[in-house]
């Protein structure tokens, strides 16, 4: 058994300028481009984790919430909400910040499962969360019970 870590640990901001060339004729942003976002800050949680390459096994519970337009600044928030033997929940918040008051709206967030990859290309066992805040144990019981759903699902 490999020790443990706490969520805070993986824990990856990331800040985006939402460009004209992220955005649709209505002027908000592509989902496509959001979620490329969302994929990136949630491999470098899980790999932050694994302290290996870990690759995204799947997506899930992706809403957008608010639209965010062209020349908003947005901040991504990622951390591994729980790990299991390979595989990671990564959560992902995105937030739009108004620049005037930099006050945070939160547009999209999402789960994702990555799995971490040994030297082969296969999957390989992941150290194991260990919440520390009364939030990061309801998120990993969440994550505990959604787990549950996508194995009876598959
Ligand atoms: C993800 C992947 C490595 C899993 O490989 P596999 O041979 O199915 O491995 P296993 O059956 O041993 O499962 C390994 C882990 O992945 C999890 N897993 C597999 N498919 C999954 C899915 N669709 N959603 C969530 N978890 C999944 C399993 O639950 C298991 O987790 P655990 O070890 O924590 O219990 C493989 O399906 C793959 O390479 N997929 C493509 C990944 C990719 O290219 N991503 C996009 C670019 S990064």
Known sequence: ??????????RVE????????DANPLGTIFGGRV???IDIAAGIAAARHARRPAVTASMDALTFHWPI?????????????AA???????GV???SEAQST?????????FLTFVALDEQGKPSQVPPIVPETKEEQEAFAEAHQRR???????
Not at 14 to 21: C, R
Not at 69 to 81: D, K, P, Q, S, T
Not at 102 to 110: N, V
């Open 14 to 21: 990331m800040t985006e300028l939402v460009l004209p060339s």
């Open 148 to 154: 549950a759903l996508r194995l009876g699902a598959r």
């Open 102 to 110: 930099g006050l945070r709206k939160l547009c999209t967030s999402a």
């Open 84 to 90: 299991f033997r390979t595989s990671m929940e990564i």
């Open 93 to 95: 918040t995105v937030h």
């Open 69 to 81: 337009r062209v020349g908003e600044v947005v901040v991504l928030e990622a951390r591994v909400l």
């Open 1 to 10: 058994m490999l020790p443990g870590k706490a969520p805070r640990e993986s």
């Open 35 to 37: 979620m490329q976002w």
